[in-house]
Every structure is written in C-alpha cells, then in structure tokens.
C-alpha cells in the first residue's frame, strides 16, 4: 500500500498508532527502493508520511529497526502472493506446475516491486542489512527454488544447468519491474502494463521450463 493509498482511504484504518506506523512503514518502503538505505534519511521518511518529527523514532526505536520492519512488510506482501499459488499448484502435472509457479512469480514480482529493487540494490557489496535479507528471506527463496529445479530434473522439464543459475534465472526475470523506466524510454512500453507483464511472464517460463 503507497503512502497516498493510506491517506486516500477516507475511512478508520485503526488506532491513530497504527496508522502512523502504517503511514511511516508506506514511507519507508517507496524511500528504501527507490533511493537506498544510506540516502534515505529519517526526517525524509516523516516528511513522506506527512507525520511529525521525531515519530519513527517513537515507534521503531531506530532507522535500523524501521528498516527491518519495513523489509518484514516487504516479505509478508510477497508472501501473501505467493501461497495461494501453492494451494492452486498442488493438482497441476509437473511441467506445467513449474510454468505455473515461474508465471506467477512473474506477476507477483510485479505487483511487489520494491522486492525486487531492493534486494538487487543490497546484494551488490556486504553489510548487515544483506545478511538480515539473506537470512529472513532469499535463504528461504532459494531452498523453495532449489526444490522446483530438482522436481523439474527430476522430471525432464528443466534443463541441464547448475541450480545456482537456474535461481538467478528465476530472480533475474524480476529486473524489468525494477528496470522499468529503462524499459519505457528503449521500447516505448509500460513493463507494469498487466498485458506486458504476462508476455513477460510466459517468455520467462518458456526460457526456463521449456517443453522438452
């Protein structure tokens, strides 16, 4: 949810702590993604929110807690992409399956953004905010990835390639939501556009999962 959605509601979204931190974590997140942690200063993340100075500080302790709470609303949103996926997977054939879960991936990619652009902007150089991600996050990602590659070479659906690539294939296939503007200005073309993403998510599941 953007900072605008959260004032636009025109209705009771809770306690007015609750909306602070809500409107402080919105903040946050679109700061974060779109300039770094380093360059996104506090005072910048309360005037975003429209709150007064001093809250996140109030509410999270420090900006290292903010972020963490931040990234922790970043991985629940992604999260709740994802597990209806599992359910609605569970009956389809192998092959298929796979297509299905890299598609999906695709578009939930696209609808959490920020996923994606802040964990290629952090996983350039070490730092504690990479081992938090690593740990609360892409280690989990990477094990739910590694076991799709194994069912698929298990099954003849995947090619022969290390599964360390075949991770960064799958991750990889989210930089043109985090790419879009370069996108815009090479092809004209709107990569958030829901026509443009499922061309974008078929063309990545047909490159990975070919029908062998």
Known sequence: MTVEALRSTGKPTGSSTERTRRALIAAGI??????????????????????????????FGSKEQFWKACMTELNERMANQMEPV????????????????????????????????????????????LE?????????????VGALFDEGRAAG?????????????????????????ECTLLTGKDAFDPAMIDVHADAVATLIAPRL
């Open 30 to 59: 679109s700061l974060f993604s779109q300039k770094g942690y380093d360059a996104t200063s506090t005072r910048q993340i309360e005037a975003e929110a429209q709150v007064q100075r001093n809250l996140m500080t109030y509410h």
């Open 86 to 129: 599992l359910a609605q997977s569970r009956d389809i054939a192998t092959g298929e399956r796979i297509r299905f879960m890299i598609r999906r991936f695709v578009r939930a990619s696209a609808a959490v953004p920020e996923v994606g652009r802040i964990m290629f902007d952090e996983g350039r150089h070490a730092s504690w905010r």
């Open 132 to 144: 938090w991600l690593v740990e609360n996050y892409a280690e989990g990602f990477f094990g739910a």
């Open 157 to 181: 659906i995947v090619a022969d390639i290390p599964k360390l690539n075949f991770y960064y294939m799958v991750v990889g296939s989210a930089s043109i939501f985090s790419m879009s503007a």
